[in-house]
Structures are given as C-alpha cells and as structure tokens.
C-alpha cells in the first residue's frame, strides 16, 4: 500500500480524469466567486463592531479576496495541462504555492496602498503575512481535498452507471439474437443465400453489439447497421414488411451505437409481425436547432404496444444509455399517434450539420 501511494504521488498522473477542474469554466468560476463572498461575508460578521455594519470592511475584504481567487483560478487554469503531466505531489504542491504566493503579494500592495501611502516606505508586515499565508493554506487544502473527492465520486458513479448499461446490454442480446436466428433458420430451406446474407449481417449487427456500451458511431454506420436488421427481418417476412427512409441527416453525425436497432425490432414484432397483412416501418430524421431528432413509427394493430419485458428492457436500456451520455438532454419518447406506435429519439447535436444524405 506504501509503495502504491509513493508512486500515486511521484509517478506521472495517468488517470483520464485530473482531480483539478478547469477552472476556466463559467461555472467553475461562478462557484468560487460566490464561495469566496461567502467566507469574506462570515469573516465580516464575526469581527466585533460597535454601532452600524461594516460595510466598507465587507467592500475592501471582498475586492482583496476576490482578486486572490480570480487570479489563483486563472493560473491554475493555465497551469492545469502541465501540472497533469506532473506526479500528484508535485501538481498538488503547484496548487499551494500558486494561491499562497498570490495571497502574499496582495497582502503586501493592501499594507501599502491603504496603510502607508502610495509615497510610503512599505515594510514587510511579518504577522500578518503568516497570518494570511496559513489561511490560504488551509483554504487551498480543504478545496483541493474537496475537488479530489468530488472527482472521485464522479469515477466511482460513472462505472456504476457503465456496469448497469452493460448488465442491460448482456440480457438484451440474447432476446435480440434468438429472433434474428429464427428468421434465419426458416431461410435455409428455400433460400440459402438469402439465409448466407442474413447470417453475415447478423455478425455484423452482434459485432457492433459487443462493443462499447456508451459508444459514438457515425450516421452513415448506424444506419447501414439498421438496414442490415431490416434486410434479415424483410427475407422472413417478405413483401408483409414495407420500409420508407425519410432522413435528412450528415453522414458523419455521431449517435449512440445501437440505439436505433431496438426501436426497428419493436417495430417489427409488435406492429408488422401480428398483423396477417402486415404492415410498414417510417424512419424519419432531422437535426432542429441543436438537436437532433430520429422518429419510428409503424402501423399497428390495435391491441399493440411494448408489452413484452425484453422490448421494455431494451427502451430502457436506450433510456439510461442517452442519460448518462447527455443528462437530461437525452430523450426517448413513445406512444400511440391514431392507427400508428412512435418511437422518437432526441439528443444534443455535436457538430455543425454539413452534407445531408437524403433518402
């Protein structure tokens, strides 16, 4: 364990993710504004004073602090990349000198720009400069130690987020192979290479399944993914299965790997497949403003809709994987529009749309 934590802090950091925030960021900046207001507003209140608050000591403490946490973040900003490549001890070290020397030097221009005059002769005021040395001290300690500790937090419900997905994912493949190997199996007889493309689509389709649960792919992929599906439930159903691509979208926009495909086999076993005349699949997309927008709708009896727990399971699984990608901004919708089921797909777009691959 020694040699673990010796190494931790004289080994390069190798982790994905720096304890350090980036400091940068509106909010990150926000918070220590507001946090700093905060410590000078306790500090205030608890100095003794007779008569009216002190507002002019609240005004002078606040732009003192201010400048020392506005400064210290924009350092440590611009000092995040190199300190990454540091061991921890040294990174954390960095950190304690950049706020300490910074609390030092504006304790030094404060003494001498209000106590003794800009024409003065300055002094170092040694008890003070203690004084508020072990305050910046403590202070970048307990901030730091928090940081840790929140992006540790962050690690731990990530993998427990990844360990659910890929539990959801585990139980969902099964369910998905046995119906693609059912239509494949009624193929062999009358149709052999029917039955030969099918089974390669199939590899296709189950590769792509074993990789990364949270992972990005292209359009362009996703949707040669999904017409592979449609072509292996097509050959088992044949002309009661009727497919219309109606997407306006790049090639190159990134959606989750296999997002769509469930909601195609939902389509397919709950709309087309109970109805004897069967019936068709619409896949519509388009990016609206930031985001972008994938609808399926088919035509369905009407006793239809997601009852079986493996199609549940697979809209949830959809859902959980657009929420721990995009939070709150990751949606999967689905109901019954008149004669017609929907599933719609909605997520921040990442990049700026370019060439359209209409169909």
Excluded at 296 to 315: F, I, K, W, Y
Excluded at 319 to 324: D, E, G, P, S, V
Excluded at 325 to 330: D, I, K, T
């Amino acid at each position: 364990m020694k040699n673990g934590l010796w190494t931790l802090l004289t080994q390069p950091y190798a982790g994905e993710d720096f304890f350090l925030p980036d400091l940068c960021s509106p909010r990150a900046v926000f918070t220590l504004v507001v946090l700093a207001e905060l410590v000078v507003l306790v500090w205030v209140l608890a100095q003794p004073v007779a008569g009216a608050f002190n507002w002019v000591g609240l005004a002078m403490a606040s732009l003192f602090v201010q400048w020392i946490v506005l400064l210290s973040a924009a350092s440590l900003c611009r000092l995040r990349g190199w300190m990454q490549r540091q061991p921890l001890l040294l990174a954390i070290l960095a950190c304690h000198l950049v706020v300490i020397g910074l609390t030092l030097v504006f304790s030094v221009l404060a003494d001498w720009i209000l106590l003794r005059g800009m024409l003065g002769s300055p002094q170092l005021p040694g008890e003070l400069l203690l004084r508020h040395g072990l305050i910046a001290l403590i202070m970048t300690s307990l901030l730091l130690r928090y940081f840790y500790l929140q992006q540790q937090w962050q690690c731990h419900s990530q993998a427990e987020v990844r360990a659910r997905l890929e539990a959801l994912q585990a139980r969902i493949r099964p369910h998905f192979l046995f119906n693609s190997l059912n239509g494949i199996l009624s193929l062999i007889g009358s149709n052999p290479h029917k039955a030969e493309d099918a089974l390669l689509d199939l590899a296709d389709l189950f590769r792509a399944s074993l990789g990364e649960v949270d992972g990005l792919v292209d359009w362009a992929e996703e949707r040669r993914l999904c017409e592979g599906y449609l072509r292996i439930e097509q050959a088992r159903l044949g002309t009661r299965l009727r497919i219309e691509w109606a997407v306006e979208l790049p090639e190159q926009l990134p959606i989750l790997s296999l997002s769509l495909q469930p909601l195609l086999e939902n389509a397919v076993l709950h709309g087309v497949q109970p109805d004897i005349r069967g019936g068709d699949i619409r896949i519509s997309g388009c990016v609206q403003g930031s985001q972008v927008q994938i609808e399926v709708s088919n035509s369905c009896p009407e006793r239809s809709g997601p009852t079986d727990q493996g199609l549940h399971m697979a809209l949830d699984n959809i859902r959980a994987r657009l929420k721990a990608r995009y939070g709150a901004a990751g949606q999967l919708h689905n109901g019954r529009e008149g004669e017609r089921y929907f599933s719609r797909l909605v997520y921040p777009c990442e990049q700026t749309p370019v060439p359209l691959r209409r169909s």
